[in-house]
């Protein structure tokens, strides 16, 4: 994903899962498991791009 944290510039960073909660028209979303980079500085996540893509139809 990231090189480096484009907040703080670290480099380091654990690959980690976590439960994300989904909104749309008023129903929610709980999807468990769903990976992110965590950075070890200033704690910045960020999610790839497939996972940002995600649709429900």
């Known amino acids: 994903m990231n090189s480096k944290c ?3 510039g670290n480099k ?3 690959n980690t899962q976590v439960q ?4 749309l ?3 929610f979303l ?8 965590q950075y070890e500085f200033c704690g910045k996540s960020y999610f790839e791009g497939k996972v940002l ?3 429900i139809f």
């Not at 994300?20 to 909104?23: E, P, S, T």
């Not at 999807?31 to 980079?37: A, F, I, R």
């Open 20 to 23: 994300h909660i989904y909104q």
């Open 25 to 27: 028209n008023n129903q």
């Open 30 to 37: 709980i999807m468990d498991g769903v990976p992110y980079e």
């Open 6 to 8: 484009h907040f703080c």
């Open 53 to 55: 893509m995600l649709k």
């Open 12 to 14: 380091n960073f654990k």
